[in-house]
């Protein structure tokens, strides 16, 4: 029961725009250009784009951190040597502030392990980026009531060898996987009782302190019309936005809901 946690500390909200293989390096520049005219510096929401790995480091000479932090979409786990067409995480430091990791596409379209997962969230610590470890279960999983376990196992797997300390630095975002872009999003309640289990888990991990510390994040068909929903449960801390992102204007009233719901 959420209620396990009352001594939550009250943080600053997280809105995270994942823009998927979507813009170009130019049609980048002009969004974060509008964006940055659209959005004022807000103290109580830490904004963060995910752009395509290609248009990061042009967009990281633009962009004011006052405003808005950037993403990698991934990484890789090792730091340099042969292995041709991946991005090491540690040539993103200074880039990138943050790291999607193990989001569900890359688990079920590019067949990314819990290992490989586990090794990422290590290499993005590493080198100072902070990981935003996605998990969720598919409607296979959820038709046979298998939320908690499967919530619990990736948790587990992704945060091996993380210390305490660490988790500080690590946003969960809990993403079920048939809410994905299908527009078939989670109920509100669905969400609170997951974000529930992932703090039960990680108190079981690295105790009670650390369970109310941790922040956690909704992504799933979120929307301007249900961005409030979520946002009014007490104890999540924020939202992974994808299609929506794309559109500043949108994104911006999300952004806004989340400033009002702070005030």
């Known amino acids: ?66 405003i808005a932090k950037l993403a990698a979409q991934n990484c890789y786990w090792r730091d340099h040597g042969a292995y041709t067409g991946e991005i090491p995480a540690a040539h993103l430091r200074g880039i990138a502030d943050y790291a999607l990791i193990g989001h569900s596409e890359r688990r079920y ?12 969230v290590q290499a993005a610590l590493r080198n100072r980026i902070k990981p935003i470890l996605c998990i969720g279960e598919t409607a296979q999983e959820r038709a046979l009531d298998e939320t908690k376990d499967v919530l619990a196992d990736q948790l587990t797997s992704g945060l091996a060898n993380v210390t305490a300390e660490e988790l500080g630095q ?48 909704y992504g799933g068909s979120v929307t301007v019309d249900n961005a409030a929903d979520y946002l009014a449960i007490r104890d999540l801390d924020g939202l992974l936005v994808g299609g929506v992102s794309l559109d500043s204007h949108q994104f911006k009233e999300i952004i806004t809901k989340a400033h009002s719901k702070e005030k």
Do not use: C
């Not at 590019?110 to 990422?120: N, P």
């Open 1 to 66: 029961d959420l209620h396990s946690f009352p001594t939550r500390r009250s943080s600053d909200l997280v809105l995270i725009g994942n823009w998927k293989m979507n813009f170009n390096m130019h049609e980048a520049s002009l969004y974060l250009h509008n964006l940055m005219q659209l959005l004022p510096s807000y103290r109580d929401v830490e904004v963060v784009l995910a752009p395509t790995i290609l248009s990061l480091q042009s967009l990281s000479l633009q962009i004011n951190r006052r």
């Open 109 to 120: 379209i590019f067949i990314e392990s819990d290992k490989d997962i586990r090794l990422k």
């Open 170 to 217: 690590i946003v969960i975002a809990y993403e079920p996987v048939w809410a994905i872009g299908t527009g078939d999003n989670a109920k509100p309640a669905d969400v609170k009782s997951a974000v529930a289990t992932i703090r039960r888990h990680i108190a079981h991990l690295y105790g009670k302190a650390a369970a109310e510390q941790v922040r956690i994040v």
